[in-house]
Each structure stands twice: as structure tokens, then as C-alpha cells.
């Protein structure tokens, strides 16, 4: 039971997103710095190598990308999706011509260093949250990068994250502007009669309205923009209501300094933006083997 | 000739973007949440508001947006892209109908968070920079987020800076790796044969390097990963050259922390990963109106 | 609280599918029948006409297909999708070129009369189970029609119906073939942490799965291919549990002439797949006004 | 001569049709069920089998489907399209690891029960046609479902049918709304002009009209909603004229149980709508091989 | 009778094609020249001039080309596709702000001179054969230039020509390698029973090919590669047989000098290549007004 | 130093236009006739043979054709683009189902012989040039036809020619039309400033502008539409300035007939939109084996 599940991304959305980078990089003349090379096939050997510590996520990526280039260059890893990795020991290895080499280089790294990063900052969040105590899983939100939501959304599981919603379809997640004339109560009853064994979320600002969203039957409350002192209150109720088993979110105000005092309330979810907004890429680079 | 290259991103760049975005987001049933307003055509008006001071970015990708999403609703702006934001200061206006307006709100927040980040620290960087002297000018490399180079390299010009290469395609640039078994003024002269009016640029790690760049006519030279000492002796000498209007770039090791030290050296554009690879989002809301 | 939510499509899907079809049906010359026409600029009037009662779907793309096709043309509905039709009542008007409205009358009658044959045998189904007494809800499966389901799911809507899953993405499904070396227990636990506040269900073919579900808090369980008075036992079993609130959906062998039967049991939703795969066309015409 | 045409769709329609449904059936996050599993990668055989009688179609969209979900899968097939088929007889098997398998379980059989469900009710209409004597071969129309139609007329020909038109480019048909202005003499010599070496069709509701259509050379005259007996006096007619070889179609009021009369007229084609429009799907599965 | 059918391509073919051009032309940055401008929002006149005489086409897709690039230009003409055109005659205006004037430029006129180049040299061969006497129409082939095929066809149109072949799924053409093991009789019998109502072609090389497709059936009989007196005594035979409406199309060895000639049999049609892979560009220019 | 940069197109722009082309080919039944074949799965194997002399381009895009058509097909080559072919000597040759070499000619040879057809005609321009004496170099324009820009520009490579602008974003280019209210000089700085890096150029109608374009250091100057004296006069004055080492192009009036004596003049390259714009197809035919 102790096995994550899978992070990798659905293959469609690696192959997609992989054929657009490829031809936004090369435009209409390919690379035409690599076509000056004297000895443009020469096979040739090169390590992907992290310049930081951090978790490999993208290596799909980086496979499809030089599958769609050219196929004859192989691309092998010695390190997988999750793994956390170190500064100079090369996690994979590319080979074939070496112009191929060159031209995929950027599409191959952008999407690694981004994905990476991704990763890492939530592997920083998972750790930091496992530190205050508690069972928290951090989890992703739909503040994600236009066109990148799939690949994102796998790299926050590689880190050791969870998440929430793929989609507008997948979940209700009934916010205040929803509540304009409508009681939490009867949002949860027309939201499981219209979309029914769909995940019902309720954002709450204050205990009164967990207490609502609790008896009304949803099955995730949101505990949002509280402080750890105030989301601590709402767990406690929950825990001792008749509907113990109600996921608690926290999000807001979520940060790496934070978010060990969030986890110590004994919420089940931690959400953060952060993760997929606002995470610096990891750097990772191609070093040709010398000869 | 005070005025600024406009920094708006191609149209159909916007479009496409936009339209996968759109897609993403609201997957097979659309907004199953908004699906539960009592009222949900009721016309609304919201405020773009940042949450913090920055550089706006990405408007015209909120506007096409809601446009896709539904042709009611409309988008004003009282900023542009470019202008420097304040937080709690809107800087646009969405009407329309409510349901929509929620339903549109993470796309177009989404391009708008993360192109305003982009611009943002773009800003810092120009600023800093300048804060250093000298006239050298901040640009973007090709470590663009897959799928979002058009619209990032815009929001780097909204930000003050400008583009280096927009793709392989663009402009030679002549590493280490391309002169196995090539002088640097061979591979100069083999790309001004083969790729003629193109810039030809040269990564250099020594001044050695430069001066024989310099010497073959080669319109940028790189200064790769010097110390601003190096940097400035690598400057002088151009300047004192035949060819002192060589463009020198520097790159590599360029923080906001030492910008204002390579700025000083006198050279003429600092490229950057950091800008369009590891720009935390800008904090947009979408807050609607109090009734 | 009694009004339905939307059965309007994600207006994405409309276009997409509506842009396919119309290159689909036109081919490269477009349509050389109707090139053929005296006059074929002459501003002519058409109503769209069921010739059988039913229920309408797929209105809007219908006046996609029209929008993309000639821009003269102007659609306008009498109906709304969900209302239900009788034969010989127009349900809209189509006014234009008559060469256009020739060229995009099958492309829009293609989807008029599948989507609304989808909603017309839903809500045969809905007002059968409706007969039965108690309050279950018809949904559908994911045994749609490539490419088509986003719009099936809308006009099961549009004919009363709910939508089980969109996509693989939704909602955990845990069936026979997933369970090998799993108890339900542990897969309703796995599926807690791993995709924190998704509907869970569990496909049950007997009383005690149906026990061991609700007790591990499964959000719905699916009492698959049971007669109707085995369901009536589960559902029994369910309700004077401790968590009564657990939705029970019915599955398999749910035909019309079952389907009162199943829903007398008292069961929350009742799901069939003969709504999107295997409805017949509601069959309607583009009747042009006689001058 | 008695080898039929190739029943297989274009290979292109396959790949990008099957590329559509997978991305609609897996979302962003993939199949969330599967990723529960113990050992997802655990090599799994499975069968995909037949529950009722019928004829097979589909079978390069199922291949399709799992080589572009996952290359490790292998799918072989014991029978081909336009093979009839029985229950429970195993008509392919599909080989490699188990969470693939249930990944692409729905789309493969979405494709294989739509399109065998189609070469199925076309199988009756054929045998029942031919079981009023005549030569008439059965039809399909324009009337398919939105961005299927290629691989729905590739199920027409495995179910013995024949395809109409492919797209409005393909012929010219004459109906009605045509006419106003023009005599179907004017019709044909205008379509003989504009479109030379098209086949020519003209819709006619009573004999004189087919008289001036056969004379004014038009290669098929459709009979429309004419009772078999009206539609036999008509095809005495051609078949006395002039131009006896005049291809005769009968299109409107034909069913299962009217297709042996109107088969018996002599008649040549005989179109309908319902066998791509409204055809029930046939029920087809994929049992995984017990341990 | 004598209006001729639409030359209008049909709508979606143009958005498309335009759109993939825009593309293709702006790359990823946009016009990094015309941002330059001191005033690029300057509201400007704009003519589209002929440099040279003759036929219109393409106007859609210049009109499409600045509607896809910026509402606010605006696209007037004087002219319509089909129309003879003048040198320093203006056959439309562009008004709109100058720097999407000269973004839009090469776009709307590379369509514009590629496709009236298709009509003017249509119209060449048109008026030569008419010269010739008889009533032959000049048609085109399927030898188009790749992803243009809509667009040349239309544009022959334009010219006065009739088009061949949109597709390989529109008639049945028979060259002498699907004859291995065929008699010609055979292959019509096939034909007309596997795909009834096709235009069926035979391809011949002598008169007794000729003889046995006319009696076979065939609707189009085609004289490859022969001399206009060999073509002669072929057109006398069918005139004179049992099928003298057969259409006579001749192919191969058609050229501007040769095409009176053929024409003078009396063939119905005369296919050339040279209209679609071989028409040199009309030269058309943008003309900003003068100040 | 003398081996030429690769001719090869980028693998994505050949992969994306071959779908369209078989698409566009096929159609919605795919080849109608070719399924009328006796055998169409004989293993059969057919030349790629030119009928005429030129430059071969687009084996590429004719190896992936039959690649996306049938993967049982195999295609090779007994000369490389850029190879000058003689007629009637096999230049490729393809091996496998009938039915697939019969479907999938057309779409191979339309590639071969439109992108044969410009390395031919840019060839003759090389050698015309290289007459004339001097080193100018040949290149192309953004005169393309749409969508195939990407190829042909590697077809002008094939020819021993060069590209001009990729896109609108590669080079600066100032026209007559940008100078309104700007200077030459500070056109340069405005773009050198504006866009670091790239080529700019500008566009003289004169001897003064080329001065002073050459002062300000652009790094092209266009010479548009001189005579072979006035440009003359030019390249003199160029070559005798401080900057001597300024490409000179030549531009407009340029046929086969001046080549010569524009190349005479010393200039660096010569520019003409004939080559993409107006070059005959070189006519190439696949032959089958003979029994």
C-alpha cells in the first residue's frame, strides 16, 4: 500500500505539447546554427546532468522530444520521475548525431527544467509540511501554466503531491460568489443531485460555515485565508462531529515557512499555487562526453 | 525615438494559446460549478485587481479569453501592458453574465499571473541594471516555458527588456560545442556565406576568444559565465577595436544581485534565464463588484 | 431550487466539433450541387421542423454551423434545448443566401437530430424511472461516441439525465479488475490519499462488497447487473447503515421496460448506456418557406 | 470479380480520430483508477469478445488505440472487419501491462461497438434486400454522426453495403429546392458542364420527373418516398427505355421490414439513413484471462 | 444557363489555409520591422494593384488574411475572383492602422498572386482552346501544390476551367495499372456496383480501349498522350457510336500551343497540370497612398 | 569548408504537411478506384523517375508519405536532395502493396515534383550567376506559397541557393514605407537598440541611402531595382567605405537573363521571388516494375 501511484503524464499530452515546443524552437530553417557543423552526423555521446539537488520530473519529455527530432538519437535515464537527484551525477544520456543533439537540446531541457522545478519545490513543501506533524498531503491547484496543466499536474506528483482538480468538470467547489442566494446547504443538496458521486468542496471563512458544509454533507471543506490558530479550531470540530472523515483543505497564505504549522493542525490537504506558479526552473544541462 | 518597440504579442499567437487554455480548464462539462447559480446569466461586473505591485502583461490574452468563452461579456482595460500596477488599483473590467464571468476567471488569471510575473521581473532586472550605469539592455534567452514563447518574450518587452532569439531560426549563435574542428573566424565565415544578413553571435569564455570574433566581423559576442572584472576588460577592448560597435552580451551567473555590476562593465545587452524560466506569477484577482 | 442546471455544451466543444464536421461534409469543392443554382444569393427562409415529438438538443450547434459557414446567415430558436417538440412545429428559422442554407443544412441537421435523439431517449428513460416511484436520477457512461461525448453529455442534460464521468480523470471507478490483491478497504483508503476529495466508487456485485464499500466510505456504490429485487436488498442494507447518505447507482441490464423496477428500489441514480450509444436519430428537416 | 472492395477506412481518419477520443477519454490526469493499482505494469492478457451477433468493423481503431496509448501493447485480431461474429468467440486479444489495458479498454471498444453496431444493421438490411430478390445493393447517406463519417462508411462496405456520397464534392444531387427556376433538363446539362464526369443525380417524386431525368441523361434517378409499387412502374420505365443501365435508387420509408419490396422493383441502390444514423451499438468486451 | 457556377472556395478551406500562413509568416515575435514604426496606429489607405494583366483569385483569403490579423483593418474590392484585371488598375483597398498594413502584406498577397497565377494562366489555356473551336472546358488534375488543393481548384474556376478530381474518394478513374488482370468491361462492372452513381473514367491509349470503355459504360473516356489526330478519329467513334454523350477528356502533352488543336476534335475536356504546378505568380502590389 | 549546410527541411514541417496533403488527397473514402484492384496487397515494387533534368528536393517529404499512408511500404533513395538527375534514370524507388504505391503517388510526387521544381529553377539562377562571375550568392524572399514555406526554402538550399527571412521576426528589413518621419540612421539605431543582434537591413533606392545606410551600419544593404550600372556604382562605393565588409543585395528586375550581370557587380546575394514564387514543377513519375 505504500507504492505512490504513477507519476507520469497521460502520453497524449507529452506528445502534444512536445510537438508544439518543437516547432516553436525551430522555426521555419530548423537550426541553423547546427548547420554549419562541419561533421553534422558525427554519433555522439552526451549526460544530462543537474547543476542542483532537486526531484527529476519530465523525462517523458525529454524522450518524446528527441523522438519527434529525429529517430535515431536513444535517450536512456538512470534516474526516473521522482527521484531526487544530485548536483553533477547525470540522471540520463542521449545518443545519436550530433546535430540532432544540439537542435533538441533546448526543447529537451526547457521542458526537464521546468517540470523539475515543479517538482522540487513541491518535494520542498511535502518535506516542510511533513515536518510540523500530521498527515497533510500537499496539493496543486488549477493556477497552472496555459497548456502545461497535464504535465504540471504529474510533475506535482513526482514531487510527492497530490491533486486537486484537472478541470472545471472534475469536482464542485462551491466559492462565496456561488452562495449569492443560496444557502451552503442547499448548495450541496442541488450540487449532489446535478452531478451526482462528484467530490463536493465548500469554501469556508469561518467555523459557522464549516459547521454548515459539514452537516450539509460535503465532502471537503476549504479553510481558506485562516491562520494555523484558526484552521486548528475547525479541525478539531470536524474531527468531533458525526462526519469525522470530511477532507480538510487548507489554502491561502500557504507558504514554505508556513506550512509545517498549517500541517500540525491535522488537516488532510494543504493546497498552494505556488508549486506550479511560481516555481524557479531546476537547471539542468547537456554535457557532450569529451573526446 | 523615445518610444518603445510595441510589446504586444502576435494575434494568433493569443488565439491559439488561448483557445488550448480554454479547453484545459473546462474540460468535457464545463464549469459544473457555476452549473449551480440560481441566476447564472445574471450581467455582473468584476474588477481586475493586482494584489501587489508589478508590471502588467498578458491583457490581450484575458481579453480573448472571455471572447471565446462567451461573446457577451466584455473586457475594458484602464491599463496596458507595460504600465506599472499597484496593488488594489484595478486595471480592468470584465461585464457579463455571471456564470461566465466564473467560469473565465482561472484562464484569463492564469495568462495575466504569469506574463505580469514575467514583465515584473523583467522590470527588476531593467531597473537594476540601470541602477548600475552604463546603457545595457536586459533580454530573454530561448529557456521559455514549451508552448508560451510568443507570449513570454512579449511580456519581457512589456517589461522593458528585449529578445534574443525567437528560435533557432533567427540568428547564428556559435558555442563551443559547434567549433569542434572550426576556427571562430571560419565558422564566421561559413555563416555568413550560408546565412547571409543574419546576426552571427560568438560565446567566448577568454578574451582571446573575442578578439578573434571581433576580428571576423562577428556582430555579438557572448561573454559566457565572466566575472564582471573579466567582463569589463573583455569591454574595453572591444570598444577600443576596430569594430567597436560589436554588441557584447553578457550571460551566465546574472542575478539581481550583480546585474548592476555587469551593467557597469559598459556592455550592451545581459541575458537572463531567470526572467521567463523562474518568474514567480504576479497576484491578479478577479473581485466581483459588491451588489 | 427546482431549476436544472445548464444543459448548454462548453461553447469550445461546439466550435471544434462544428469545425470537423463542416470540413467533413464539404470536401474540397464544396458544395457542387448548390453551385448549380439560378440564383443562388436569393435571401430565403427555412424552419427547422421535428417530424417526430421528442426532445431538442444541439441548438447551438447548429447555429455554429451556420456562423462558420456563411456569416449572412441568421439562426433563431423558438425552442430551447431541453424543451420537448412535436412533430410539424418548427423549432427555429434559418434565414440567408439559400445556396448556404443548402450547403450547412446537413451539417447542422446531423447534429440536431442525433443530440436531441440522445436527449429524446433520455428522457424516456427519466419519465420511465419516474413511473417507478422514488427519486433516481438517469446518468450516462463513458460509452459515447468518439469525439462526440462532451455534446452527448450536454444532451443527456438537455433530456433530464445527469452526466456520470467526463473523462478517466473525474471520479476513481474501482471495479472487479482493479481489485486483484486489493480489498475494497484498502482501494477506497489508496483512493482517499492519492486523489483527495474525488468521488469514489465502488463496483459491487454482491451484498457483502456493497457492506464492505459503505463501511470504508466509498462515496457511491454501483450494484451492477442485479436484478431488481437484489438491489432492493443492497439499497435496504444502505440506508439503515451508518452512512446512508452513500449513493447507490444502478448498472447494467437497465432497459425501458426495467428501468420503473429498478427505480422503485430506491436507488440514487440508474446509468445506461443505450442513451449515447445506441439512441436513434429524432429525425428533423429543414423545411424551405413555399413563396 | 466476387471479392469485395476494401472495407478498411483511410488510415489517416483512423489515426486522427482515435488521437481525438483518447484525449477526451483520459483528461489531464489520466486514468486515476488505474493508478491505484498494486502492479500496474503487470503483463496482462486479454480478449476482446463479442456479446451478441454480429459483424465486425473497428478493428484498426482498436489497434490504433493502444499504440498510441501505450507501444507496449499488442492487439491481434482472429477475424476482420465485415467478418460475421458470434457471441462469446473471442474476435482479437490484446497483450501488455494491465493498467494499459484498462486505460484504453473504453475507447478501443467505444470504436469497435459504434462501428460493428453500424456493419451490423447494414448486415440485416443487406440480407433482407436480398431476401426480396433484385440485385439492389443497400446504401449509406451524408446522414452520419459529426467527424466519424469516413470510418462510419468504412463500416457500411464491412457490413456489405455500399457507400453515397463521401461529401458534397463528390456528386451532384439534384432535389427539389435545386429546381426552382431550372428544369431538370437545364439541371443535368448545367451539372454536365460545371462538374464534368461527376455522377449525376436527380430526386424524383413521381415518374414524369423520372422520365425527363433519365432522357436529359442523369446517371441515378432517386426515387423518393414512393411505395413499392409506384417504384416498380418506374423502374419498368427506365428499364424499357432508352437508357435502361440508369442507376435506380430508392431512398425514404425504407425499413428492415419494407426492404425486401422495395428490393423486389429491380431497383439498383437502396439508401438509408439508419444504419450510420441510428444503429444500436453492438455490445462487444475485453475479459481479462483469469489467472 | 450561362451564369457560371460559384468560384468562391469554400469558407473553411480559406480560415485554415490563412490562418496557417499567418503563422507561418509572423513567427514567433511578429513583425520585428514594422515595430519600429514612430506611428504604427496611423490610420492608412492601402491599394491592392495588378503590376501586370490578368484574372483575379484569392480575394477571400486576402480579406480573411487582415480579419484574422487585425479586426480593425478593413478589406473593400472592386473587383471579384474571376474578373480580367489591368496593370495600375486597383482591384481593392485596405484601410487600417499602418503597421497592420504592412504586417499583413506578404500574406494577403502571396495568396492573391499564387492564386490569380492560377487563374490567369486557366484562362490562357481557356481562351486558346476556345480559339480552336469546338466546346472543350479546360479542367485541372490532382497534381496541386500540397495543402492548396481547395484553394487551386476554386481559383481555376476563377479562370474559367471546371475542375477534375477533388479527391481520391470522388470518381473512379482506371489507369492501365489497376487493368493488370482486369478486362476494362470488368473493371466498369466493378466500379459501377461497388461505388454506384461515380463518375467512372477509363484511362486509354488506343482506340480499341476506347471502343471497349465506351461499351462498357464508362462516363469518361480519356485520351492519354495522344496526337490531336490520333484524338480525332477517337472522338469521331464515340460521336458516331451507341454512347455519344460519353464525355472525352484529353490528357497529356497539353500545353498553351498544342491545346487549339486538341480543342478542334471535339473533345468535351482537356486536363492540364500546368494550371495548378506550373502557373507562374500574378504580380500584385500594395500601394500605400500617397500623402 | 566548401561542404554546404544540410538542405534537409525540419522534420516537423515535413511531418505536418504530408498529413495535410493525404488528408486533402484522400478524402473521406480514401482511393476509390485503387480499391477496385484484383490484388491490392501484391508486394510491388516502382522507380521514382525523373522525366525531365533538374535538382532533386523533397525526398523527405515522399519517404514520409508513404510512411503515414502504410508502414508496410518502403521507400529508398539512390540520390539526395541537391542532386542534379537526369531524365528517365531512377532517382528512388518504393516497395509494397500495390493498392499503397497506387493511393499514395500523387501525394509523394506533388511534394517531389513542386519542391524538385524550385531547386531546379534556383540551380539555373546559381549557374547563371556563377557566369556572370563574382560571388554572389542566390536567395529567396517570404514570396512562398502558403503553408510550404518551410519546405521550399529548403528546396532553395537543395539548389545551392540561401534563405532570406524565415520569418517576419528573423531580420530587421526597412522599407521605404517605415521611413516616414524616421531617418536611415536612426531607423539602425532604433533597431538595433529595439531588436540586438539581428540583421538589419534597409532597403535604398538610391546611392545617397546606401551612404548613409551603410554609415549608420546596417548590415545589408537592399539595392532595389537598379540597373546592373547603378548597382555597380553601389557595390564600388560600398567596397571602398569603412565598412566594406557590408552585405550588398540585389533586389527586383533579377531573371535569368540579368543574373549575370547583377552578379558581375560584386554584390553578395541577389534576391528573386521567382524561385518559390513561379518555378515549374520538374516533372517525376513513379513507373512500376514491369511483370
Redesign the interface.
Known sequence: ?S????C??????VV?????????????????????????GEVTIADIVPRAAGVLAGSA?ATEAYA???PRVRVTWSATDGDRVAPREAVGRVEGP??AL??GE??A???L??LS?VATLTRRFVDAAAAGGGHA?I?DT?????????LE?AAVRAGGG???R??????????D??L???SIA??V???????????I?IECDRLDQVEEAVVA?A??VMLDNMTPEAAAVCVEWVRASARP?T?I?ISGGVGLDTVAAYAATGA??IST??IT?????LDLGLD?AA?
Chains 1, 2, 3, 4, 5, 6 share one sequence.
Open positions: 500500500m507504492r505512490p501511484v504513477t507520469d503524464p497521460p502520453r497524449h499530452a502534444e505539447a512536445v510537438a508544439r515546443a518543437i516547432a516553436e524552437d525551430l522555426g521555419p530553417l530548423g537550426d541553423i546554427s547546427a548547420a554549419l557543423l562541419p561533421d553534422p519529455c519527434q527530432l529525429d550530433l546535430a544540439l537542435t533546448r526543447t531541457l526547457n521542458f527544467c521546468h522545478g498531503r496539493v488549477r493556477k497552472t501554466l496555459p497548456g502545461l496543466r497535464a499536474k497530490a491533486n486537486h484537472g478541470s472545471l468538470s472534475d469536482m464542485v467547489l462551491v466559492k460568489n456561488h449569492a442566494g443560496l442547499d448548495a443538496a442541488r450540487a449532489r443531485s446535478a452531478w451526482p458521486g462528484r467530490g468542496e454533507g465532502h471537503v472523515e477532507i483543505e488532510d490537504v499555487s505556488a506558479q511560481s516555481a524557479p526552473a557532450l573526446e
